[in-house]
């Protein structure tokens, strides 16, 4: 899967010159947490609701209403914005856009075609594909065991599932307890817990969790 089949377009933007009070009332009215920000079509900066809240002054201030809204009128975008902005292309895969994220504790990625923005990655976009891979909204038996990392192993546990007659709907594998397994996590449907059970207990080493579930 690559960026561009789940990343967000067209974009919300805002100018390097919009006051932050405007951006944050912006932000809220839209239920975002980012925007990028673009200067002639040129991607400028993005700016968080961490940046405008942060700007912001605290409830403790002594300032007077007018006060404070004569200083938050002068404070723009540009002013709290990130000018080194993180970005990826449309034919990033997804997993290296989340790595970035991850690796630079950033919540969203600006997309990229030729120097022009072209849509926005998010922590959000992220979770919503980690539920489909999951198969989280579909009811079926889920099952939670650890397998020996051994080669041929993970194919001859699918096959016992097909040929009880149990479709899969989702499958991941990970790092397991020890070098020598790996822990998988799998939805079928078509089998009862026991018939799964049954049919995988020749090719696991540990059973962790099994149950029947759609969120």
């Known amino acids: 899967m690559l960026v561009n089949e789940r990343m967000s377009h067209p974009v919300i933007t805002v100018q390097p010159d919009l006051p932050i009070m405007e951006a944050l009332d912006l932000m809220r009215s839209k239920n975002v947490r980012r925007f990028p920000v673009v200067d002639r079509e040129r991607l400028v900066g993005i700016v968080s609701d961490k940046d405008l809240l942060n700007a ?22 540009k002013d709290v914005m990130t000018k080194e902005v ?28 030729d120097g022009r923005l072209v849509g926005l990655i998010t922590e959000t976009d992220l979770f919503k594909i980690f539920l489909e891979l999951m198969g989280a909204r579909e009811m079926g038996v889920r099952i939670t065991a650890l397998v020996p990392d051994v080669r041929g192993e993970l194919d001859a546990l699918t096959h016992a599932i097909s040929e009880a007659s149990g479709e899969f709907i989702a499958f991941g594998q990970f790092a397991g307890h020890a070098p020598s397994n790996r822990m998988i996590t799998f939805k079928v449907r078509g089998m009862t817990e026991a018939q799964v059970e049954e049919a995988i207990a020749p090719h696991i080493e540990k059973l962790i969790d099994i149950r029947t579930c759609c969120s």
Do not use: C, Q
């Open 56 to 77: 912001a002054p605290s409830d403790a201030t002594t300032l007077t209403v007018w006060e404070m809204n004569y200083l938050l009128g002068k404070v723009k975008v």
């Open 86 to 113: 993180i970005t990826v292309t449309e034919t990033t895969p997804i997993e290296e856009a989340a790595f970035i994220m991850a690796h630079n504790k950033i919540g969203g990625l600006p997309v990229m075609r």
